[in-house]
């Protein structure tokens, strides 16, 4: 078992893709900062990670992506002069996100692959077992995701990968894990394969983006050699992992969007528009008007 201590404080969240799958809006605002609704995918990930307990927040970033580390920051310009206009309920909008968590950003030089996305993180990681959420994900659930998988790394003291149950046709966009199943939700893994083809997947339970892991994890990744597409992938270094320590996946509560794809961020932007009271009667409104064709 491992020695160190087994309190889940920081998060890592990759965030230095060029984002091309999002072009052209990606050009020249990083595509962290699109907004479900009004709130910046980036907020709705470090708002999971602080609903987890996290409190520093490590950002692998990238050349232009400033935008996200003003968008953590206080910006008294605005939020004083919304003081001023008595605007004060957006001026307390404004200071919350600055308040949110200790935001620490490390630059990723060279696009190398998530794995060695996460192997940045190292310095600031430390000894610590530490969360990784992935941006392009967003998982609307009662207890955040994140939530879940740190509860089970504090009862397990275990590493444990977020799963979702897939089609077969669709192994093919994740790392998929393989394993036995301890429970109806868990599984103790022993094989992991990165987007593999549906018949050499080991299971149809597939990683959208939420891990807690243990620091060995990045020997592991010192150790990964480059995989699918050329890159150090993180589920790669997952496999090394389950050689060394034990790994779970835990089929989580609550429902994924892949915000990363068009249609999967209409569906997220609809449902969580669909969720404000404020909004929820327009955007009926004009759902109806669309689908009638008028
Ligand atoms: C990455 C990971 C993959 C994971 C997926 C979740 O792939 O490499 O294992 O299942 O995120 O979104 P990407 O979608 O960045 O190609």
Redesign the pocket.
């Known amino acids: 078992m491992a020695t160190h201590s087994s309190k889940i404080r920081k998060a890592v969240i990759p965030a230095a893709?060029l984002g091309t799958r999002f072009l052209p809006a990606t050009k020249a605002v990083p595509k962290e900062m699109i907004p479900i609704v009004d709130v910046p995918m980036i907020q709705h990930i470090v708002e999971e990670a602080v609903r987890a307990g996290i409190e520093d927040v490590i950002l692998i970033t990238a050349r232009h992506k400033e935008a996200i580390e003003n968008h953590f920051d206080y910006n008294y310009e605005l939020e004083d002069t919304l003081d001023k206009k008595h605007k004060q309920e957006l001026a307390d909008v404004s200071r919350a996100i600055g308040k949110m968590c200790n935001l620490i950003s490390i630059r990723q030089k060279n696009p190398m692959g998530?794995g060695h996305a996460v192997l940045c993180a190292e310095p600031v990681v430390g000894n610590e077992p530490f969360a990784v959420l992935?941006g392009?994900?967003l998982i609307d659930s009662r207890v955040p995701c994140t939530r879940q998988l740190v509860e089970i790394y504090e009862r397990e003291h275990a590493s444990v990968v977020g799963v979702m149950e897939v089609p077969k046709d669709e192994v093919s966009?994740?790392?998929i894990v393989g394993g036995k199943m301890l429970d109806p939700r868990t599984m103790h893994v022993d094989r992991l394969v990165?987007?593999p083809a549906p018949k050499d997947a080991p299971s149809r339970f597939?990683?959208?983006?939420r891990y807690v892991l243990s620091p060995a994890i990045f020997q592991c990744l010192k150790e990964t050699r480059p995989g699918k597409g050329g890159e150090i992938?993180?589920?790669d270094g997952l496999q090394l992992l389950a050689e060394r320590e034990k790994l779970l996946a835990y089929q989580f509560e609550g429902t994924r969007y892949?915000t990363?794809d068009r249609l999967g961020f209409i569906d997220a932007t609809l449902a969580f528009a669909l969720r404000r009271p404020e909004l929820a009667e327009g955007v009926r409104q004009i759902m109806t008007k669309h689908l009638s064709g008028k």
């Open positions: 893709g998530l992935l392009d994900d966009k994740y790392g990165e987007k597939a990683i959208p983006g992938q993180l589920t892949d990363g």
